[in-house]
T-cell receptor, first 107, second 115 residues
């Protein structure tokens, strides 16, 4: 079983749509969590941290459920520029990346 | 001014060769990492150094040998390259003490193709 699991997608959505990504992690010792974004043939970049109380950054909302070991990312009002792969990350002392979920936003 | 820089960006080489990838960071971070991203896009940690000391050494063939001459540099040497070594290798850095705050800064990657 992978330490961090995500639906690889692809998710194909129209502009303006709301899309949700889910992720589960297996190591209960994980202390912090993140969502990274990776554009095609580029390096991963930190999108946002994920806090137990849930947190929002503009159109992006991240949630964490420690009991279920579940993390989510909600993107509202999708833009063409949101097209990328979204990587779920858990930190049990080192960053463990999920396989990524590919998002394609179409006009 | 690039924060984490890797060289070369592309590397095409024949099976059996030995090659090195270099990484430098100017962020003042104390910890550096090597990750491998395979054709399925899975990003997997290989090694980590904190202040020149090896702290993470995942299950990686011993043909891979990291070297950290100082805390701003982490190089990766690969002996006897195999077809399965073809991947993108990412260097990253962070402050070990603030890993819970913001994660890593990645270099732009080295795309290795073994033919």
């Amino acid at each position: 079983r992978k330490e961090v699991e995500q639906d690889p997608g692809p998710f194909n959505v129209p502009e303006g749509a709301t899309v949700a990504f889910n992720c589960t992690y297996s190591n209960s010792a994980s202390q912090s969590f993140f969502w990274y974004r990776q554009d095609c043939r580029k390096e991963p970049k930190l999108l946002m941290s994920v806090y137990s109380s849930g947190n929002e950054d503009g159109r992006f909302t991240a949630q964490l459920n420690r009991a279920s070991q579940y993390i989510s990312l909600l993107i509202r009002d999708s833009k063409l520029s949101d097209s990328a792969t979204y990587l779920c990350v858990a930190n049990p002392g080192k960053l463990i990346f999920g396989q990524g979920t590919e998002l394609s936003v179409k006009p | 001014d690039t924060a984490v820089s890797q060289t070369p960006k592309y590397l095409v080489t024949q099976m059996g060769n030995d090659k090195s990838i270099k990484c430098e960071q100017n962020l003042g971070h104390d910890t550096m990492y090597w990750y491998k991203q395979d054709s399925k896009k899975f990003l997997k940690i290989m090694f980590s150094y904190n202040n020149k000391e090896l702290i993470i050494n995942e299950t990686v063939p011993n043909r891979f040998s990291p070297k950290s001459p100082d805390k701003a540099h982490l190089n990766l040497h690969i002996n006897s390259l195999e077809l399965g070594d073809s991947a993108v290798y990412f260097c990253a850095s962070s402050h070990l003490s603030s890993l819970g705050d913001g994660g890593y800064t990645f270099g732009s990657g080295t795309r290795l193709t073994v033919v």
